[in-house]
Nanobody
Framework: QVQLVESGGGLVQAGGSLRLSCAAS????????MGWFRQAPGKEREFVAA???????YYADSVKSRLTISRDNAKNTVYLHMNSLKPEDTAVYYC??????????????????WGQGTQVTVSS
């Protein structure tokens, strides 16, 4: 059974940094893509970043210069390093895993398993 557990969210001032972690259970980790999505109140869930098993990363244009996704296959963990945070980054951040193609990387429906989410709040 696949389980994903996010951690590292919290309250931070604008311009600050956070590192989110997602610990995964199961043997799939090294071969599946890992993604981060976020959902703000009243908005649809949106793609943030994803990393393939090869280490190739994809980013939403809105976060490309400020966020970095990485994975440690030995620890079954994926990270989202967030710098220069803005109030509009406030959302629940979800970790997900699946086998999307490169063209489908940003589509939530392509990810079969999801974590419970971790709240990130950026104050102005």
């Amino acid at each position: 059974q696949v389980q994903l557990v996010e951690s590292g969210g919290g309250l931070v001032q604008a311009g600050g940094s956070l590192r989110l972690s997602c610990a995964a259970s199961g043997r799939f980790f090294s071969t599946y893509a890992m993604g981060w999505f976020r959902q703000a109140p009243g908005k649809e869930r949106e793609f943030v970043a994803a990393v393939l098993s090869s280490g190739i990363a994809y980013y939403a244009d809105s976060v490309k210069s400020r966020l970095t996704i990485s994975r440690d296959n030995a620890k079954n963990t994926v990270y989202l390093h967030m710098n220069s945070l803005k109030p509009e980054d406030t959302a629940v951040y979800y970790c997900a895993t699946g086998t999307p193609s490169a063209r489908q990387m940003a589509r939530p429906a392509e990810y079969a398993y999801w974590g419970q989410g971790t709240q990130v709040t950026v104050s102005s």
